[in-house]
């Protein structure tokens, strides 16, 4: 089954502006983590939410996640031109092993 | 801030050919794995390596792949035999412990020609 379907699939928004991204995912998790991708780099680890977990912050972005729906959402507040890049969420689960399966990610671009 | 390096950035070979990728993992983690993305797919699991031996690999990682610690520091993915398909960034990553934050190098884009 696919995991990790995040959307929109793509985001354009203003400099200073929130950006909230959504992810879903069809099997119980123990963990999701969300990435940063500039293109074609490689990606950077931005946040992990345990399944036992609500919410959580870091510097500029809030993370939620709802097992019950099996989604989270990723806000980025006060975006800046530097944020442009794709996100993607990533799951772990005891099922299929401590390996992340991603989706297809969240194009966002931030114009200033 | 320690970060998982690797090498080449860039790999251009023939098809046929074999290539090694190379990678440095974080130094206290004992969880690799490597991952590839075909351009505008999907990040896909290949392998995941834990104890000197592999822990999980999925039905990309076929014969045709290979994955070794050669000493305390480095962890490589050797593909015998490259194909047209095999055309993809490659990124490995690395772990303190399983169901954990897994760190990404930058990945080396392999191109087969």
């Known amino acids: 089954s696919q995991q990790g379907e995040e959307d929109p699939q793509a985001l354009s928004i203003q400099e200073g502006e929130n950006a909230t991204m959504n992810c879903s995912y069809k099997?119980?998790?123990?963990?999701l983590q969300w990435y940063r991708q500039n293109s074609g780099r490689g990606l950077v680890h931005l946040i992990l939410?345990?399944?036992?977990?609500r919410e959580k912050h870091s510097g500029r972005l809030r993370v939620t996640l709802d097992t019950s729906k099996k989604s989270s959402s990723l806000l980025i507040t006060a975006s800046r031109a530097a944020d442009t890049a794709s996100y993607f969420c990533?799951?772990?689960?005891?099922?299929?092993?401590?390996?992340?399966?991603f989706g297809a990610g969240t194009i966002l671009r931030v114009k200033s | 801030e320690p970060e998982v390096t690797q090498t080449p950035s860039h790999q251009v070979t023939q098809m046929g050919q074999e290539v090694i990728l190379r990678c440095v993992p974080i130094?206290?983690?004992?969880?690799f794995y490597w991952y590839r993305q075909i351009l505008g797919q999907k990040v896909e699991f290949l392998v995941s390596?834990?104890?000197?031996?592999?822990?999980?690999k999925s039905e990309i990682f076929d014969d045709q792949f290979s994955v070794e610690r050669p000493d305390g520091s480095n962890f490589t993915l050797k593909i015998r035999s490259t194909k047209l398909e095999d055309s993809a960034m490659y990124f490995c990553?690395?772990?303190?412990?399983?169901?954990?934050?897994?760190?990404f190098g930058p990945g080396t884009r392999l191109t087969v020609l």
């Open positions: 990533a799951t772990d689960a005891v099922e299929y092993g401590n390996k992340l399966v």
């Open positions: 130094s206290n983690h004992l969880y």
């Open positions: 939410i345990r399944s036992n977990e």
């Open positions: 390596f834990y104890n000197n031996e592999i822990s999980e």
């Open positions: 099997t119980s998790i123990n963990n």
């Open positions: 990553a690395s772990s303190r412990r399983g169901y954990n934050e897994q760190f």
